[in-house]
């Protein structure tokens, strides 16, 4: 199993930047890639960004260019740098990690919320 631990989320003006991070603690060995997810309220959620065991990363179109998603895999952590936030960034941001398996494991979520 994978446990995964969210920390960074916060109240910004748009324009502004926040950073997240999600720590992996377990079988992190297994892990196969690992991405970020949104759920704004009344909307499905969606992929934000993904970065897989060999560091290719895919974004989605509406974060190219603002947001970047990296690995540090001494620490087995995944961090997303958000800028320019806009006020459409705003949701519940979750980490999720996919194993060679192809099991999946959430963390906690956490809020981020963009000002106009």
């Known amino acids: 199993q994978v446990q995964l631990v969210e920390s960074g989320g916060g109240l910004v003006q748009a324009g502004g930047s926040l950073r997240l991070s999600c720590s992996a603690s377990?079988?992190?060995?297994?892990?196969?890639?690992i991405g970020w997810h949104r759920q704004a309220p009344g909307k499905q959620r969606e992929l934000v960004a993904m970065i897989s065991s060999s560091s290719i990363t895919n974004y989605a179109d509406s974060v190219k260019g603002r947001f970047t998603i990296s690995r540090d895999n001494a620490k087995n952590t995944v961090y997303l740098q958000m800028n320019s936030l806009k006020p459409e960034d705003t949701a519940v941001y979750y980490c999720?990690?996919?194993?060679?398996?192809?099991?999946?494991?959430w963390g906690q979520g956490s809020q981020v919320t963009v000002s106009s």
């Open positions: 377990g079988s992190t060995f297994n892990i196969a890639s």
């Open positions: 999720r990690v996919v194993t060679y398996g192809a099991i999946g494991y």
